[in-house]
């Protein structure tokens, strides 16, 4: 229920208690974007494409060019976590016709933090920002934002190596491969960087045991 929340505070797509059902493509949308970040965490590719066409399809029937913007962002963010980074060309597409909470979204996920208000962000990344960045990292509970949080500050350059640790166990802790081995590398070149033989032989050992959890 965490993850799912996390992936859809930005998007808002669900109805609230006691209205009328929502529209067959809110719920289509969502059901995608569930599927996409399930399957890309897990490390498959071809069944995370296949999602996210169907999420990005199903609000594009709106022709509301707003919350397709939603739904790329989404997806960057994710990609983050597992240390996947470009300008989310998706997104910057559809960037000026973006309500102000997707573009604080785009800012944080970007790393341009300077002058950007808590308040129009995800509630889960509050304490990372009102921090400046890795002090709080912990303090976000999500796994999925927590790893998202996590890419952000590697890619800006402010993540210390505690956060790198922690990324780690985080991906470890939920069994989703690609960002583990993702940040498994991470460390790995650390280690390696450093003269640290032995350090580096054991995150080895930890890379090649995830690789054997391939699905047939």
């Known amino acids: 229920m965490m993850r799912r929340a996390a992936l859809l505070s930005l998007l808002a797509l669900a109805a609230c208690a006691g209205s009328p059902p929502p529209p067959d493509w809110k719920m289509n949308a969502q059901s995608g974007l569930e599927g996409f970040q399930k399957h890309?965490?897990?490390?498959?590719?071809?069944?995370?494409d296949l999602s996210f066409a169907k999420a990005r399809a199903e609000a594009a029937r709106t022709g509301r060019p707003d919350l397709v913007a939603r739904i790329e962002l989404a997806r960057c963010g994710v990609r983050a976590a597992a240390l996947e980074f470009d300008d989310c060309p998706g997104y910057q597409a559809l960037a000026e016709g973006a309500a102000p909470a997707e573009r604080s979204y785009a800012a944080f996920l970007s790393g341009a933090w300077q002058g950007l208000d808590a308040k129009t962000l995800p509630t889960q990344y509050a304490p990372v920002l009102k921090a400046g960045g890795e002090a709080k990292?912990?303090?976000?509970?999500?796994?999925?934002s927590r790893l998202i949080a996590a890419g952000v500050l590697f890619k800006a350059g402010r993540l210390p190596p505690a956060g790198i640790v922690d990324a780690v166990e985080t991906a470890s802790g939920q069994g989703w491969r690609r960002p583990l081995l993702a940040w498994l590398g991470v460390e790995l070149q650390r280690a390696r960087a450093a003269g640290d033989g032995d350090a580096a032989a054991r995150i080895q050992r930890r890379i090649d045991l995830v690789a054997t959890s391939v699905k047939p």
Do not use: H, I, K, S
């Not at 890309?40 to 995370?48: E, K, Q, V």
């Open 137 to 144: 990292l912990a303090e976000v509970a999500d796994p999925v």
């Open 40 to 48: 890309y965490l897990d490390g498959n590719a071809r069944l995370a």
